[in-house]
């Protein structure tokens, strides 16, 4: 797993706008934002995808979203709104198989996506 993008950002050998970080998670400004906040939240462990995860990380995941949260907060977005979105394989366009959370916001945001 050591050629996973995700996990050299967690290593730092891989620069990053990181803005939160905890012994299980870390979050970082996406390289090519699509709203004014865009931002990847990941654990530190590697999860290919949604189907990889078990049982075991159902805590974990959580965290993924207990981050989602604190952030939007810390961006001011909790009141106006904000999406939290994960993709899975190829369908929905995933292109990093490191499980994230898209976090988006500071825009109104469309809905169904495309
Ligand atoms: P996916 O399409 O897998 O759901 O999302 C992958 C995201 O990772 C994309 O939004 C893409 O812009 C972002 N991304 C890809 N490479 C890098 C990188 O090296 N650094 C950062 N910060 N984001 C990246």
């Not at 706008?17 to 090519?32: G, M």
């Not at 990847?40 to 290919?48: A, D, G, Q, V, Y």
């Not at 369908?91 to 976090?103: A, E, R």
């Given at each position: 797993?050591?050629?996973?993008?995700?996990?050299?950002?967690?290593?730092?050998?891989?620069?990053?706008?990181?803005?939160?970080?905890?012994?299980?998670?870390?979050?970082?400004?996406?390289?090519?934002?699509?709203?004014?906040?865009?931002?990847?939240?990941?654990?530190?462990?590697?999860?290919?995808?949604?189907?990889?995860?078990?049982?075991?990380?159902?805590?974990?995941?959580?965290?993924?979203?207990?981050?989602?949260?604190?952030?939007?907060?810390?961006?001011?977005?909790?009141?106006?709104g904000y999406r939290v979105v994960m993709n899975c394989n190829g369908d929905s366009g995933q292109?990093?198989?490191?499980?994230?959370?898209?976090?988006?916001g500071g825009r109104a945001l469309g809905w169904p996506p495309?």
């Amino acid at each position: 797993m050591s050629d996973d993008l995700f996990l050299k950002i967690i290593r730092r050998e891989v620069p990053a706008d990181i803005i939160y970080e905890t012994d299980e998670v870390l979050a970082f400004k996406d390289l090519n934002p699509q709203a004014p906040l865009h931002v990847l939240i990941i654990p530190k462990i590697h999860i290919r995808t949604i189907n990889d995860i078990d049982d075991e990380h159902a805590e974990l995941v959580g965290k993924l979203f207990l981050a989602a949260k604190d952030i939007a907060k810390k961006y001011a977005m909790s009141q106006s709104g904000y999406r939290v979105v994960m993709n899975c394989n190829g369908d929905s366009g995933q292109t990093v198989f490191h499980i994230h959370l898209h976090l988006l916001g500071g825009r109104a945001l469309g809905w169904p996506p495309g």
